[in-house]
């Protein structure tokens, strides 16, 4: 098959618009909308400071690596990578290398926290615990912690995240599911700036999970390219084959089921107004008294004394 736009041979079919593209213009679309969703999310006027959540997969390489095609040429917006070491052995211990060579590559700062310092665990241990809740519950919390704490430490005034459409669909419809409709109204890209939150910006919104890897191919991006042990655990998983099987048999559903959510996200956000956050013992913004975190690590802890 051959381009739609400049007649070259194609390497993609994107069925859910039925355009074919060559390497170039693939390029060009993923980058044309990775721009055009960042300006939607975010005015940079000069003087602010970006941190990235990277992992040195595939999705936060490209947010990485776009984002600071971005930012290079704009006065005084600095930018950083921030990576979490869970303490997964066999998988982020090899991750880590490709992830500081990446940064040192492109001339990023690479600023790393690890778990078992900032929590005194790790998810190993806590995997080979007798636990009610998955691996991925207390990873998810966890990391959002210590991300949300390393970004405010470096003085962040934004953390971009690496989570694309799969994943954004994914989590829209996971929430509905739940009835989990205030969640649903406090998912990102953030416009309000609540103390101690660093707002998240999601420039991969609109890319699907497949280009997200073919333009890392395609450029040459070096990513860690393997599979969590844990990730057979993860809760969405039902939701991504349900989504995945959606969208084959009605190419655009993803991007259907985001039109969707940001046409009522206005009147949900007037629904669900930003909460008022209190300031955990740990130095955390919190709904409640104690952070999410903070009541896992009760829980961790007693597990560890059982
Ligand atoms: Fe964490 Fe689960 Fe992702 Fe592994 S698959 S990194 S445990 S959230």
Redesign the pocket.
């Known amino acids: 098959m051959n381009c739609s736009e400049c007649g070259k041979e194609a390497i993609i079919l994107q069925r859910y618009n039925g355009l074919h593209h060559c390497r170039e213009h693939f390029l060009e679309s993923v980058r044309k909308r990775v721009y055009s969703e960042l300006r939607k999310q975010v005015h940079l006027r000069g003087g602010e400071r970006i941190a990235v959540a990277y992992?040195g997969g595939k999705d936060s390489t490209l947010t990485l690596y776009l984002m600071n095609q971005i930012v290079k040429p704009m006065r005084d917006v600095s930018l950083a990578a921030i990576i979490v070491d869970?303490g997964?052995v066999g998988?982020?211990d090899v991750g880590l290398p490709v992830a500081r060579d990446f940064c040192k590559g492109i001339g990023i700062e690479l600023v790393e926290t690890k778990m078992s310092d900032e929590l005194g665990t790790t998810?190993d241990e806590i995997?080979s615990m007798n636990r009610a809740q998955?691996?991925?519950t207390?990873?998810?919390v966890f990391?959002r912690k210590l991300m949300n704490a390393a970004a405010r430490r470096m003085g962040a005034d934004y953390l971009a995240t690496g989570l694309n459409l799969d994943d954004t669909a994914q989590g829209i419809v996971m929430n509905i599911f739940r009835g989990d409709i205030e969640k649903l109204a406090r998912m990102g890209p953030h416009d309000a700036v609540q103390e101690g939150l660093i707002p998240r910006l999601q420039p991969l919104r609109k890319i699907p999970e497949k280009e997200s890897l073919l333009f890392c191919i395609e450029e040459g991006l070096k990513f860690h390219d393997a599979?969590?042990?844990?990730?057979h655990?993860?809760v969405r998983n039902t939701y991504r084959e349900m989504i995945a099987k959606v969208e084959e048999e009605s190419p655009g559903a993803r991007y259907s089921i985001l039109a969707g959510y940001d046409s009522i996200r206005e009147a949900l956000r007037k629904s669900y107004p930003p909460a008022e956050l209190n300031v955990c013992a740990c130095g955390e913004p919190c709904m409640g008294e104690r952070c999410k975190a903070c009541e896992l690590l009760v829980e961790v802890r007693a597990l560890k004394g059982a």
Do not use: K
């Not at 599979?227 to 990730?231: H, T």
């Open positions: 992992s869970e997964i998988y982020r998810l995997a998955s691996t991925c207390f990873c998810g990391r599979e969590c042990p844990y990730a655990e993860a």
